[in-house]
């Protein structure tokens, strides 16, 4: 079935750094791709998405392109802020169904 | 304003007592799933209902119990059986998909049980 690896946390930044935590993931199909992410003490929010090959989901200054030849979803954000410290998830649809797998999570850090 | 609710966020039951835990969604979704989530883990399903009066197991479905009696609802018992139930329990609802389409899960605030 479907799965997905997501780089080990913490990612520990100062503020205004640059952001990437990498999501790779196997898929039979073309599964729908997400981004969660989790503040400390609440459920998931969903950050942004992409449905096809080559799509782009932004949202709040971060972005995420599809790419099928590389099976990543690599989560970028140019200038993180104290406010992005949270747990981020990376999950892409599981074969032919509507139900999501989920990575591990990366907890990011941010300093100022 | 249309959301998902869970209740209570924290809950404390001594071990051998079956417990309930309330989900409610207001979004019209015909989609709704629990999970358990352990520290520093991810997510891992419980149970998921795509329509009204049917459900099917996930991947760690032994020791819980659902049902799904009304669209807006979706409340999952942790019995006995259940080795390890002290967890953070996360519920969600999805529209239905289309054949082109994958819905985004919305998600509930969570409740976190322990036992002991």
């Known amino acids: 079935g479907n799965s997905v690896t997501q780089m080990e946390g913490p990612v520990t930044l100062s503020e205004e750094a640059f952001l990437t935590i990498n999501c790779t993931y196997t898929a039979t199909g073309y599964p729908s791709l997400f981004w969660y992410v989790q503040y400390p003490g609440e459920g998931l929010q969903l950050l942004l998405k992409a449905t096809k090959a080559d799509d782009k989901g932004s949202n709040k200054g971060f972005e995420a392109t599809y790419r099928k030849e590389t099976t990543s979803f690599h989560l970028e954000k140019g200038s993180v802020q104290v406010s992005d410290s949270a747990v981020y998830f990376c999950a892409p649809t599981s074969y032919n169904t509507d139900k999501l797998i989920f990575g591990t999570g990366t907890r990011l850090q941010v300093f100022p | 304003d249309g959301g998902i609710t869970q209740s209570p966020k924290y809950l404390f039951r001594k071990e051998g007592q079956n417990v309930t835990l309330s989900c409610e969604q207001n979004l019209n979704h015909d989609a709704m799933y629990w999970y358990r989530q352990d520290p520093g883990q991810g997510l891992r399903l419980i149970y998921y209902?795509?329509?009204?009066?049917?459900?099917q197991k996930g991947d760690i479905a032994e020791g819980y119990s659902v049902s799904r009696e009304k669209k807006e609802s979706f409340p999952l018992t942790v019995t006995s059986a259940q080795k390890n139930p002290t967890a953070f329990y996360l519920c969600?609802?999805?529209?239905?998909?289309?054949?082109?389409?994958?819905?985004?899960?919305?998600f509930g605030p969570g409740t976190r049980l322990t036992v002991t």
């Open positions: 209902s795509q329509i009204v009066n049917d459900f």
């Open positions: 969600a609802s999805s529209a239905t998909p289309s054949t082109w389409a994958s819905y985004e899960q919305y």
